[in-house]
Nanobody, 111 residues
């Protein structure tokens, strides 16, 4: 059983920044997919950003230019840097490696 543990969520004012971390309990260098999803109340879980099988990065249109996904293989951790946050970014954010999910971390952006 692989564990993914998110951290870094919190309350921030609009325009602020947060960095989410996803620590994996196994090596990630060979993982083909690492992604961040979010789910707001009443909404479906949506993909925010991901490293894909092809080696590229994908971003939801709503976060392009504001969010950046990155990884540190040595620390078996991947990150989501979120800048210029908006109230509509408020959600529970989850990391996913294609098989396992983290428990989620709450991000709340106040106006």
């Amino acid at each position: 059983q692989v564990q993914l543990v998110e951290s870094g969520g919190g309350l921030v004012q609009a325009g602020g920044s947060l960095r989410l971390s996803c620590a994996a309990s196994r090596a990630i260098a060979s993982i083909n997919f690492m992604g961040w999803y979010r789910q707001a109340p009443g909404n479906q879980r949506e993909l925010v950003a991901a490293f894909t099988v092809s080696g590229t990065t994908n971003y939801a249109d709503s976060v392009k230019g504001r969010f950046t996904i990155s990884r540190d293989n040595a620390k078996t951790t991947w990150y989501l840097q979120m800048n210029s946050l908006k109230p509509e970014d408020t959600a529970v954010y989850y990391c996913h490696d294609g098989v396992y999910w983290g428990q989620g971390t709450q991000v709340t952006v106040s106006s």
